[in-house]
């Protein structure tokens, strides 16, 4: 009982978390949809060639649907509590936790990280970072909180990981026991049921020659007693 409430609470919790990454994933698809538009009102072409100009807003695109993705596939491995599907999840926000890191650090120690970025034909890589200059600590919180959701994310599916494993181990075992069934009350008389490696033939035998003696009457050393006698009495 114990356990089977401790996986739905952390299946619960990685469904919420997982939520509230696609929830993040969906609004950075949305916004790079706007970008999009924005563009295309602006006169901007929307050929495939075109592309390259587009570039922050195809990577703006690409990692909401990435973020979609993990939080479906975190969804999807919290309710079936698949080992391997877990695993898989597990694998994929450790990923995007590094990806993240390695992000994070490039920004901070590179001071010219603007001039290793190619030319945006948009302009919105500009205006997101005057946005982010004025609005630092409200941002500063939304990437920490993101950050802690995907820790958690992680942690909670490790667990929950182990605890499947362990229940799987636990089945395996009792299936190394074999369980022999026996009478809770033997008849008086009536020869207990023996084991497998008895011959059923002589079993049954058995049971069959202590009924005829209780119903009858007949004592078995009696009757011996008496075939005796007259084997003794020829000369």
């Not at 563009?39 to 495939?48: A, F, H, V, Y």
């Not at 069934?181 to 008895?198: E, F, H, I």
Request: contains cysteine.
């Amino acid at each position: 009982m114990r356990p089977s409430f401790c996986r739905s609470s952390l299946a619960f919790f990685i469904k919420f978390l997982n939520f509230l990454q696609g929830f993040v994933g969906i609004s950075i698809a949305i916004y790079a949809i706007w970008m999009l538009n924005h563009w295309n009102r602006q006169g901007g072409d929307l050929d495939i060639k075109d592309l390259k100009d587009l570039w922050f807003v195809c990577a703006s695109m690409g990692v909401g649907v990435l973020l979609c993705l993990i939080a479906f596939t975190g969804h999807v491995a919290a309710e079936a509590s698949s080992g391997c599907c877990l695993c898989f999840y597990a694998i994929l926000t450790t990923l995007l936790i590094l990806l993240e890191a390695t992000l994070a650090g490039d920004l901070m120690f590179n001071k010219h990280w603007q001039e290793d970025l190619p030319y945006d034909a948009t302009g919105e890589l500009k205006n997101l970072r005057a946005f982010i200059e004025d609005n630092m600590d409200i941002c500063k919180w939304v990437g920490i909180s993101v950050i802690v959701i995907q820790g958690f994310s992680l942690f909670f599916a490790t667990v929950l990981r182990s605890m499947v494993s362990t229940r799987r181990v636990d089945y395996d075992s009792d299936e190394d026991f074999v369980v022999i069934r026996r009478p809770l009350l033997n008849p008086q008389g009536v020869t207990p049921y023996a084991t497998t490696s008895v011959d059923n033939k002589g079993f049954h035998s058995d049971i069959w020659s202590s009924r005829m003696r209780q119903k009858y009457g007949l004592n078995q050393n009696e009757f011996a007693h008496n075939v005796a006698e007259p084997k003794a009495s020829i000369p």
